[in-house]
């Protein structure tokens, strides 16, 4: 009797344990569901704010092949990690802001009034970037300044308590179907821009494409850009563009576009030293038509039917000869500019990585004309200006003749009032108050090359009796 006693007992504790168990595993099945669910639904709500973003979680996004300002990677340790640009629906934000003080003085000439321009700027540009698919991206940006001035963003501190115009400056795809190759379209930098004053101003956009291929150590690249388009059929009796820019009446009136092309070669001479040198040329069609823009007649149109808008004056940047004063008829007959540049890069000298160094040599030869055709510009520049109290210091001289370059797209602040004629020393001291803050000093130093020669139909706007021109600028300049 007490052996099935025990063995029921037995049978009742185990059967007591099953269910219990069975219990257990059923409460905890449910609460696998349950979490299941809601993570279920925690995948539906991260999908509807991908969506409402324009993200996707699976893409992979890829950058663009080449940085905005095609230049030779310095050798200087990199900066400390930026922080991720801000992104919105995909896009990543920038900009910058710069306050100046701009002081430019020369004295007056029998032939030319003084100058004495002391004023506060400011400029703020804003960028957006997206990647559209792998091999394609949107650059954009919008920028203060002038509507009739193209080689500056820089408004002044002028007009009263009114309003300050903000414009598209950039506007391009990028399309890059391998890492050593891009083609971009759209309003852009030249494909030669570097920031040394020397082809080309800072600030200068121009309309039309470039293309940048990389074969190893060789970077080809090529621009074709379009200026003015006067959409006139036949040109009538009268019209500036016979006028004033010597075409032909009665014939169609050509575009004016520039085709530039050349290629760039990287070096290494050890680990601390590199250097590059880069060979170009620059074909103009129709140059007449840009000087045209500097007339105060011709910018009707040139300018004005292109925006829609009546201008307030002229473009700025006047400095080539002329056949006749106040003409858009250039001296030269052709603009052929072919260009050498040598660039040497130093990761710091003595090994202090707070000293990096660049020198750098430009030549440049308008053969389209015989005379007053060369261009040369060299710099030095040492120090970085990357953490709390660096400093940055930097030497240039450069001489444009009259017919080298087009004075209209080049630096408008080593040529002031003028861009090409001229003689100039340049200053520069820099202070890194903290990163992505600096406080800027520039001094130039400028003199005219040459004076005008009615007998051989030679006139430039500024000759060498003029007096020697101070440009001071002081500023803030701080990026985001």
């Known amino acids: 009797m007490l052996k099935c006693a025990g063995v029921v007992a037995v049978m009742l504790l185990s059967n007591l344990l099953s269910w219990g168990q069975s219990e257990e595993i059923e409460r905890l099945n449910r609460v696998v569901q349950e979490q299941g669910q809601e993570l279920e639904q925690l995948k539906a709500q991260l999908a509807r704010i991908e969506r409402a973003l324009g993200m996707n979680a699976t893409a992979t996004v890829q950058p663009a092949s080449y940085s905005p300002a095609p230049q030779a990677t310095p050798v200087a340790p990199a900066a400390p990690a930026q922080a991720a640009q801000p992104t919105l629906a995909g896009f990543r934000f920038s900009g910058d802001f710069r306050f100046r003080f701009d002081a430019a003085v020369r004295g007056a000439s029998p032939t030319a009034p003084g100058l004495q321009n002391i004023r506060e700027r400011y400029r703020l540009r804003l960028n957006a970037d997206r990647d559209i698919a792998s091999d394609v991206s949107f650059h954009g940006q919008l920028s203060t300044g002038a509507v009739n001035n193209g080689i500056t963003f820089d408004q002044d501190f002028a007009g009263g308590v009114t309003r300050h115009p903000f414009f598209i400056s950039e506007a391009y795809i990028d399309y890059h179907p391998r890492p050593n190759f891009s083609v971009r379209g759209g309003k852009l930098e030249e494909v030669y821009a570097d920031n040394t004053r020397f082809l080309w101003d800072d600030d200068v956009r121009f309309n039309g494409f470039n293309q940048r291929w990389k074969v190893g150590r060789v970077e080809f690249r090529a621009g074709q850009y379009l200026f003015i388009n006067p959409n006139v059929f036949s040109i009538p009796d009268g019209s500036p563009l016979a006028s004033l820019a010597g075409q032909r009446v009665g014939t169609i009136a050509r575009a004016s576009q520039m085709f530039h092309q050349g290629l760039t070669v990287d070096g290494r001479i050890n680990d601390r030293w590199r250097h590059q040198a880069t060979t170009d040329i620059q074909l103009y069609r129709n140059p007449n038509l840009i000087a045209l823009t500097s007339n105060a007649t011709g910018v009707a149109v040139t300018v004005n039917p292109a925006i829609g808008l009546t201008v307030s004056g002229p473009a700025p940047g006047t400095g080539n000869a002329t056949r006749a004063p106040n003409s858009a008829i250039l001296f030269a ?148």
Do not use: C
């Open 333 to 480: 007959p052709h603009y052929q500019v072919a260009r050498a540049m040598y660039r040497l890069d130093a990761a710091g000298l003595g090994g202090n990585s707070k000293l990096p160094l660049t020198w750098l040599v430009q030549a440049a030869r308008n053969v389209g004309t015989s005379q007053l055709r060369d261009a040369v510009l060299t710099s030095i520049s040492l120090g970085r200006t990357a953490q709390r109290g660096d400093i940055r210091g930097l030497y240039m001289f450069a001489i444009k003749d009259a017919n080298s370059l087009i004075s209209q797209f080049t630096d408008d602040d080593l040529g002031t009032g003028v861009g090409v004629n001229i003689a100039t020393h340049h200053f520069r001291l820099d202070y890194t108050i903290r990163p992505n803050i600096q406080f800027q000093n520039l001094l130039f130093l400028q003199t005219e090359r040459r004076s005008s020669n009615p007998a051989a139909s030679f006139f430039v706007p500024l000759g060498r009796e003029v007096p020697r021109t101070w440009r001071y600028q002081g500023q803030f300049a701080i990026s985001f």
